[in-house]
Structures are given as structure tokens and as C-alpha cells.
């Protein structure tokens, strides 16, 4: 791969600088073309940002208007950096709860600090974070976040969310918990608390943003619309919802009447620039936080934009978008924000909108920002269910049981996985649960590496392959063994292999040859070396000597760095199982016929 | 490999019985011809035994009978469980650091427990652990202890061991220290309160030791001995040594006129009967101890006993050498002993010198009892400078620059490991030393297969064989890019993958289909299907098809089991790279000259 690769890179210097500041190449190469498709885009995501900017900022614990501040600056400073054409950044669920879970967290005085000026602090935490990962290529540290892993996390990261919001969703008196189990205790011991108008207001919301996802598109283009605009009108469900409960409140009265809480006062203007605390006790105490916000929000940002640049033959660099989350995340940090990632819900919508350029995200910040500095009095009495309905329905669908179903079917360890990491998740708290996933994966990955499929071979027929004799009716060669290992040699599966061929060797005293299959070798390191070293004698004192056969390029090389070629002469290295065969046993002229056993 | 040992387990019932208890099989057909060899193995390692047993009891903070009474009971037991013939347990060097460690790490009420009490403990808790660990199948734990970290561990061991003999050896005023480094501080600070004539002692043994060692048989030999008979005198050196030590201190009665430290009295008789004290804080405070204990001397005994038992073309069994070294560490634990392992220079001399069963052992046991029951006056005067001699010769050789030169050259990572191991262990203790050279050596391991090799490959001249581009002058075909990951997939290098082929697909825009080889694939998990299936879609997108080649059986079994191989359509798995070249690219009617290229 690197051929093709190598030639076409530092083709100029301009293309250097452009490499690390996207925007100057797609504005200058800008196509009068991509205008109407970037506005709409935009417009369209502007219009579903305002009520969910306000809902996720709640769930982060945040007033509402850290949410819009959150939608302003980072979607702006990420179209300038970002490597994704069509990637929306702003509050998403995932960090929100995050965020919520970390500052709820904290002890002593920091736990009297307003969470705003906490969240500032988790943001740029965050935001250099990720500017570390890319300045020092540490992206590849969130391949070791395997999907079982992420599957778990994120279906109880979903099912923790909807229960925090049953509170709001019904207009519960819950008081405050620490925990899942304690929180859903909690809610469940207080239901009878509940609210009828604000049930009424949530339960409603729910069903029209269900019907708008739904049903409303087909109804639109039935009535006669252009599939487009019905298409478009179908993504406004949040505030389709939003303008419903606002009209409810205002038209009877319901916050006085009825106590249904609302979303309250909105300081009108833009944020103001904010400088986080940089007090060293909190950051320590944040910083396993920020480090899962900032691999989680990476992780989610780049499969959502890998996802949708493919779509269009485009490419995503990983470390380009560490700097462009980065730096939307320090914006986050400096005017009045929280944690942002690239939402996946919203990106879908920006791309199938039309979303052609980073345009698109300029245009969605900047109507926001209008929104924040001229309609905020408007927002004043929308009620708080709605906002919990937008939450539970956009997170319902991060339950993901299909995956569990599949990773079950299809290999038991990703399974357990995916299940530990779920049920510590819920019942030990985020960090905890990860850890516990990823340590989990490690192990069953390295358990694995560890304990080899061998088998012997034997020749198929008259061909030169060589076959499992389990699999396969083969023929062997009376005091040759073939024996292949089916991973690379490493220091956790060096005893394993010596054992089973020490064993081979003991078990059928007959054996004076055994070679070692390495087809599937890709690598040997020096425990293993060694190993093979220790393998030659003791096999050599029981009068066998060991032959390899098939190894590769790489690993050649690195045996010839030392003298293990030299000391197993007599035994030797072939090019293939036939020449070993032909060598050790007289090729075809002698098979022995005790292998023709097959299966 | 399966296949012939499944046919020959399990023959009877008395197999079954004989397989856990190994005497019944080595006893019931013992040879009459076996015996002079094992009666003296048996009393060489006795002769060696009682005063290298003191010293290790000294190195490990006992008083020396503790060292006499760990060389009788463990060595009996072993003998009745244990799978190795000629292993040799007891007192060794490393257990014997890492005891004295655990004891002086200890805090709060347990400090001031007296050291042979909580050495029962350490010992009852080793011995738990190895026959749980037999109990459950895990030896395989001990795999992860990579070649660099047990190597880099033993220096730094033997540093340590030969820093804290330095006090006895040269009769220096040392207060008590806390670690290595303070340790060594300490000991180069009170250097000049050195007692000349406990040094002349200690260098004096040093010699006779190392002349015993390397000149000794072959001097004899030279005089005319028989050469079995002057290197049975040649293992003597520790008794010559505490002879010529022994009879200068009573000639000149330098324990009293000199100053010179001796052993002192020893109580006479066999060991009572002794429990462990069973105190839970103990318990916890001790595990991590106990645990490396039983981990590393099980590693130790098994390599020893591996190596020995190639050489007469026996095996050992590595569950049974749990309960066998399980066992002898309980009699340790109810004998007033410490924990013990097989060590590896006693195990050399047992069996060099013709230990045929382990009659050899019990031999030995019977001898130290003797010893202790009536031959303990003798022992009082014996100058302690002598063992902390035997002790620096032992372990001396233990410090092994070599491995490090050989892992620098063969392969980077592994000296990484050594290095580190060495400096944590010396730095930070033993504990923490060897968790950190687990840790990086698995870092690096998954670093390493987190970023596998890939090729792309072509046809080399007009053969089936496809070659790297990069190494061969091979031929490609326009359309068609064949590419080949060396490296099972999994969710660690499953990003990587899609990364690198996305990027081959967007930077030839001529490419329609791209054919991944598998011959190197020995799995592939849940994360890297589902990367799998993300990339055919994605590929798809970009009108590039993505095929599969020489897929393996166990592999295509699991794929078979989903929708993987009919979602890839029109995509497909072929059986060879020829196959698949034949099929997409005419075969060798269409060849392209442009790879033709080479290195």
C-alpha cells in the first residue's frame, strides 16, 4: 500500500499547509454549485440543534443556554479545521451524560463550584486532549475501544439517560441520586409523584417526534409535496414538538396552572469569552473524565464521518480530526460551552440535507447565534418534557440488543464483552464499566493468541498441499511430522508450543522429523526465539530434529539476524511443506497410508 | 496434534489415579538398576543442600534452621506429586528475596509478628495459590511472563541479593534499609567499618568456591581420580568452603577474639508440627507476595524440569508440577519452613549426578533430617560471612547481560522489556518492577498487532504466486488491486485496515475491485467483521467491489455462520490469489506492466 501512497504525498508545500488547515482548500476550490445544498443543510440542522442544543445541556446538568453557546463555536471553528466535509459538531447525548456524570462526581470544594465553570474546565480538558492524540499520533490508542465494548457502553449509557430524564418527562419530585441503580430506585419509589399535565406534555412530545420520524415524510409526499421539503419537514420534529408544548404553556397558562416546569429566563447576546479554571486539584480529579469524553467523542465523531465521507469516495484522516475536535472543543472551553463531539444523528441529517462543504456547518452556527441573540424570550416557556422527550427519543435508539444477538451467534468472547461491559457500566458507573470492558477484551484476545490452533498435516492426495488430518483424508510420512501453528510465536503462547511438540515427540516415539509449519507466522520475538532455541536441543536429546518450512519474508530476516539457523542443523528451513516432504520423507515414494482417515 | 493424543489418554482407570500422584507410577516399577544413582544424587544434593538451605534462610531474614527444615518436608512431598524425576526443591535464592521483601514490607501490628511465623503464612498461601491454579487450569498465567521480564527480573534480582549479602560477606556495620537503592546507599556509606578478618572469611570462600567450581574436577581428574568420583567433589564446594570457615573460627576462636559473626545455636531435633497463622489483614497484605511467589517459582521449577527431562526424552506436566510444588510448599507451611521451589543448579547436580527417580529426593530429605537431628552442635561456630559467600557465587551467575545484547539485536521491544523490568524492579521493588514488564511487554504486543503488515502483492512472472510489490518484480492488473494483511483481525488493527484500504480505493480512482488475501488470517472477531461489512459498503459507494482470497477453513466456518458472505455480494471469496486473478483480471491474458518495478 505504500507504494502508491508514498508518491503522491508532499506533492508541494501549499499542499503541507492545507494538510493541517482544510479550509483553505475547500473555500478556495468553493463551486457556486454547493451554495443552495450547504443553505438548506444548514437551515435544516439550525432548526433541530436549538431544542436539542437546550435538552442535552440539561441532561448535562447545564442551563439551556450552554447548550446554543455549545452549537456556535464549535461547528464554526471545526468547518475550519475538521477533515469531514459534512460532520455536524456540537452537544451530543453520549458527553452530555458524561459531563453530568463527572461534575456529579467531584468532592470538597469542587463540588461547590457552579457546574458551568466545571464543564468550561472538561471542555478544554478535553479539547487539549485531543490535540495531544494528533501532535502525537495517539489516535490509534481508541482501536483498543473494541465494538462489544462500545456496543455496551453505549446501550447503557442510553438506558442510564432515559431513566435520568423520567424525572422531567413526568414532572417527578425525585431527589437527587448518585448512580443508576440508586436513580432508578429512586424514580420508581416516587411515581406516584407524578405530574399529570407534564406527563401528558412529554408523552405527547414523544408521539410527535415518533410520528415525524416515521410517518409524517409519506403523508407529505401524499398530500402532494416534493419528496424533499416533506423529507425536510420530517427532520423538524424537535421543534415541531418544541412549538406544540410552547403553545400548550402559553395558551393555558400550564407553568402557573399547572406547575409544568419550563426552560426559565435565556440571557439574550452571544456568550462572552470564558477562561476555564485551570486549578490543578480539579484537573487531576477530571481527568479520567475528560480522557473518556475526549476517546469517546473521537470515536463516535470518526465513525460517523468515516461512514458518511465514503459515501462520496472521500477520505477522513483520523489525526486531522483529533485537531479539528480539538480545537472545537477548546471553542467549547472559551465561549461559554461544554464537551462537543460530531453527533451522529445530525450528521446524517446535514448530509442527506445536502450538505456539500463545511459550509453548511458555518451557516448552522450562524443561525444559531441568531437565534441566541434575538429569539431568546421566546424560548422562556417552553416546557422542560419537551426537552425530555427529544433526549429519550433520540438516545432510545442506541439500545442496540441486535448487536449482543450477533456478537452471541458469532463469537462468544466478543459476547462477553459486550456484556460485562453493559452490566458494569450500569452498576459500577461509566469509568469503571469501560475499563472493565476493555481489560476483559484484552484478555480474551490475548487468552486466545496464547493457545494456538495447531494441527498436524498430511498430503492431499498427489497434490503439494498439505491439509489438517482431522479435516482432510491425507497421507503421512512414517517418522516425519508436519505440524502447522496457526498464529504468530510471541511470549504468552512459547510454552503452549513447546509443549504440545515435546508431547508429539514423547507420544510417538517413531518421529525423527518435525517441521514446523510457519505459514501463518507472522512474526517471532525473542521469547519465542529463544523458545525454538530450547525446542532444537530437547528435541535434539530425544533424537528428533526440527525443520521449519514456509516462513515468511519478514520473519526470515529477523531469524537471520542471530545464530538459531545455524544451531538447528541439521535441521533446516524450507520453502514449502512439499520440499520438506520430498527432502525428509522421499516425497511421494513412500506415504504411509495409516493417515487415510479423514473426516 | 489432537488426534494422536486423544487416542492414547485415558487407557485405564489406573492411569487416571497415577496421573495425580506420579509415585504410584515411578515406585511400583522401580528398578533395582536405578538405585545406586539415586543414593548418591541423593547425598551430593544433601552435601550441597545444608549449607546453601542456611544461607538462603539468612538471605530470606530466617534464622538458618528454618532453611534446614524447608529442605526436608517440601523435597519428600515433591517426590510423591511432583511430574519432574529429577527436580530438586527447596530453599531457593529469588523465593528467598522476594520472602525477606514481603516480610519488610509489612506495617502496623504484623511488623512486629516474628519473620518464621509470617513465613508460614507466605508459604501456606503459595502453595493455596499454585494448586488453585492447578485446580483451574491456570498455568497458563505464567505465559504472560514474557522471556525479557523473567530475565530482567532475575538480574535485578541477583543485584539485589548480592548488594544485601555485601554487609555479612565483609563483616560491615549497616543499619537496616528500606529498598534497594537506600540499601546500596547505605552499605557504600559504612564501607569503612569493614572487619578485616570476616572479610578475609568471605573472599577467602569466594575462591574456594570458584576454584571448586571451574579448576577442581579437572585437577583431580589429573591426579588420577575417577573422573564420577572428583565431580561429585567438585559440587562440594559450598561444604568445603563452610569446612575450611568452620575450622579457622574454632582454631582461632575468631567469633570471640575477632569479632566475627557464626550462625549460633540451632536447635536440635526434627520440626515440630506448625500452623500458619490465618489472619485475613495478613492474608490481604501478603497476596500480591504470595502470588508472585508461587508465580515465579513455578516458572523457575518448570523450566528447570522441562529442560531436564527433554534430555531423557520424558515430560512434564506442567498441572501437575502446580500440584506437586502446591504440595511442597504446604509441608513447608506445616514443617516451620518458607516457601520453596525447585532450583535449577541443585536440580543440575541431582541429575548430572545420576538421579534416575525421585528416590534421589527422598534420599536427600532423609539426609538433611539427620543432619539436623544430630549434627546442629557442629553447625554453631560456622561464620556466617561463608553463606553470604555461597549465596553471592549462586546467584552471580543469574546476572545475564547476555540476554539483553541478544533481545537489542533480535528485537527492539523485548530489550524495551528487559530494560525496564530491570530498572523497576531495582527502582520501585519487585512487585511493581514485574507488573510494569507485564504491562509493557503486552503494550507492545498489541501495538504491534494493532498496526499489521500489508502488501500489496502481484504475480510473480507467470507463476500462481502473488509476491510484495515493494520485494519482488511482480506483475499487477489494471482494476485490480490485490492486497494481503499479515494479522488476524481483530477489533485493535480492525480501524487500521479499513483506514489503509479506503485510502488505496480513494488514491486510485481506477481500482474496482480490491481482493484481500487471508492466508495470514487465523481469526477474525466481531469488531472486524462488522469493519468488514462497513467497508464493503463503503467500497461499494466509491463503485469498488471487495473480495476475499484464501480464506482458512476454522475462519470460513465462522463467516459461514452469518450474512457476511452473501451481504459482500457481488463480491466473493476465492480460494487461491490465482483463482481471484483469473476471475476479475482475464488471468495472465491482461497483465499490467507498470508493477513491474521491483527492489
Redesign the interface.
Known amino acids: 500500500?505504500?507504494?502508491?501512497?508514498r508518491q503522491?504525498a508532499d506533492r508541494s508545500g501549499l499542499s503541507r499547509i492545507t494538510r493541517h488547515v482544510p479550509v483553505l482548500a475547500w473555500l478556495g476550490t468553493y463551486r457556486r454549485a454547493d451554495l443552495p445544498g450547504d443553505l438548506i443543510a444548514g437551515t435544516v440542522v439550525a432548526i433541530m440543534l436549538v431544542p436539542q442544543g437546550m435538552a442535552y445541556a440539561l441532561l448535562a446538568g447545564m442551563p439551556p443556554e450552554v447548550g446554543l453557546y455549545a452549537s456556535i463555536a464549535p461547528p464554526l471553528i471545526y468547518a475550519l479545521f475538521g477533515s469531514s466535509r459534512t460532520l455536524a459538531v456540537g452537544p451530543v447525548a453520549i458527553a452530555s451524560l458524561m459531563t453530568a456524570t463527572a461534575i456529579a462526581g467531584l468532592g470538597g470544594a469542587a463540588a461547590a463550584l457552579p457546574g458551568p465553570v466545571l464543564a468550561l474546565l472538561l471542555a478544554a480538558m478535553s479539547g487539549t486532549i485531543l490535540l495531544a492524540m494528533g501532535l502525537f499520533r495517539l489516535g490509534?490508542l481508541?482501536?483498543?475501544?473494541?465494538?462489544?465494548v462500545i456496543s455496551g457502553f453505549t446501550s447503557a449509557a442510553a438506558i442510564i439517560i432515559i431513566v435520568s430524564q423520567l424525572k422531567q418527562l413526568l414532572g417527578l419530585d425525585v431527589p437527587k441520586s448518585h448512580g443508576f441503580v440508586d436513580g432508578l430506585l429512586g424514580t420508581a419509589a416516587h411515581l406516584d409523584s407524578v405530574n399529570a399535565t407534564t406527563a401528558a406534555i412529554g408523552v405527547g412530545a414523544i408521539l410527535i417526534l415518533l410520528f415525524a420520524r416515521r410517518r409524517l415524510v409519506s403523508l407529505l409526499a401524499g398530500l402532494g409535496l416534493p419528496h424533499a421539503v416533506a423529507a425536510a419537514i420530517g427532520k423538524g420534529g424537535p421543534i415541531i414538538a418544541a412549538l406544540a408544548g410552547l403553545g400548550a404553556v402559553v395558551a393555558f397558562d400550564l407553568d402557573r396552572n399547572a406547575g409544568v416546569r419550563v426552560v426559565g429566563a435565556i440571557p439574550a447576546g452571544l456568550p462572552d469569552f470564558t477562561m476555564p479554571a485551570l486549578d490543578p486539584v480539579l484537573i487531576r480529579e477530571l481527568l479520567p473524565a475528560a480522557l473518556l469524553i475526549a476517546l469517546i467523542g473521537f470515536l463516535e465523531s470518526v465513525s460517523v464521518a468515516?461512514?458518511l465521507a465514503?459515501?462520496?469516495?472521500?477520505?477522513i484522516d483520523?489525526d486531522q480530526e483529533l485537531l479539528g475536535l480539538g480545537m472545537a472543543n477548546l471553542g467549547a472551553a472559551f465561549s461559554g460551552g461544554y464537551p462537543v463531539a460530531g453527533g451522529f444523528g445530525r450528521s446524517v441529517v446535514n448530509f442527506s440535507a445536502g450538505a456539500n462543504t463545511p459550509l453548511a456547518s458555518i451557516v448552522t452556527a450562524v443561525l444559531v447565534a441568531l437565534v441566541v441573540g434575538f429569539f431568546t424570550p421566546v424560548l422562556h416557556r417552553l416546557p422542560i418534557a419537551v426537552l425530555a422527550a427529544i433526549i429519550v427519543v433520540a438516545v432510545a435508539s442506541l439500545i442496540d440488543v441486535r448487536s449482543l444477538l450477533?456478537?452471541w451467534?458469532?463469537?462468544r468472547?466478543?459476547a462477553a464483552g459486550l456484556a460485562v461491559t453493559f452490566a458494569a457500566v450500569l452498576a459500577a458507573g461509566i469509568e469503571i464499566g469501560i475499563a472493565a470492558g476493555i481489560a476483559l477484551?484484552?484478555a480474551l484476545?490475548?487468552?486466545?493468541?496464547?493457545?494456538?490452533?495447531?494441527?498436524?498435516v498430511g498430503r492431499l492426495g498427489d497434490s503439494e498441499h498439505f491439509r489438517?488430518?482431522?479435516?482432510h483424508p491425507v497421507r503421512l510420512y512414517p517418522g516425519v511430522q508436519f505440524?502447522r501453528v496457526?498464529?504468530?510465536l510471541?511470549?504468552?503462547?512459547?510454552?503452549?508450543l513447546?509443549?504440545?511438540l515435546?508431547?508429539?515427540?514423547?507420544?510417538?516415539?517413531e518421529i525423527e522429523h518435525l517441521v514446523l509449519i510457519c505459514?501463518?507466522v507472522?512474526?517471532i520475538?525473542?521469547?519465542a526465539?529463544?523458545?525454538l532455541e530450547?525446542l532444537v536441543?530437547?528435541?535434539r536429546?530425544?533424537?528428533v530434529t526440527l525443520h521449519l518450512a514456509e516462513v515468511?519474508?519478514?520473519v526470515m530476516d529477523?531469524l537471520e539476524?542471530?545464530r538459531f539457523v545455524a544451531d538447528m542443523a541439521p535441521g533446516r528451513i524450507f520453502l514449502s511443506t512439499h520440499d520438506a516432504a520430498v527432502a525428509l520423507a522421499g516425497g511421494e515414494r513412500r506415504p504411509d497410508a495409516r493417515g487415510l482417515t479423514g473426516k
Open positions: 500500500m505504500s507504494g502508491p501512497s503522491s490509534f481508541t482501536n483498543f475501544l473494541s465494538h462489544p468515516r461512514a465514503a459515501k462520496r469516495r472521500q477520505k483520523p450477533r456478537a451467534r458469532y463469537n468472547a466478543d477484551s484484552l484476545y490475548l487468552w486466545r493468541t496464547s493457545r494456538p490452533h495447531m494441527a498436524v489438517n488430518v482431522l479435516r505440524v496457526d498464529e504468530s510471541y511470549f504468552a503462547n512459547t510454552a503452549y513447546e509443549d504440545r515435546l508431547a508429539a515427540a514423547v507420544e510417538d516415539p505459514s501463518a507472522n512474526f520475538d525473542g521469547s526465539l529463544e523458545s530450547q536441543h530437547q528435541l536429546e530425544m533424537g515468511k519474508g519478514p529477523r539476524r542471530g
